[in-house]
């Protein structure tokens, strides 16, 4: 996400040229949610895909500190 800009209000927005997406944990159950919005849909997937990826990273990296 380099070269974009960042809210921090409600979870992460992350605001590219090329669209945005959001990443926040359900306050009412027990998940992440990942919104996006971008020029067409092909776009906006490939922004929450790059989200589950980052998500995912993030979270394979905390599993490893604990072992």
Do not use: Q
Not at 11 to 29: C, F, P, V, Y
Not at 33 to 53: F, H, P
């Amino acid at each position: 996400f380099y070269k974009s800009r960042m809210d921090f209000l409600d979870g992460i927005k992350i605001i590219l040229n090329k669209g945005w997406i959001h990443i926040r944990a359900s306050g009412t159950e027990p998940i992440v949610r990942i919104i996006a919005e971008s020029k067409n849909r092909e776009e906006a997937e490939k922004l929450c895909n790059l989200g589950i990826e980052k998500i995912m990273k993030i979270s394979n990296s905390i599993k490893r500190r604990k072992e």
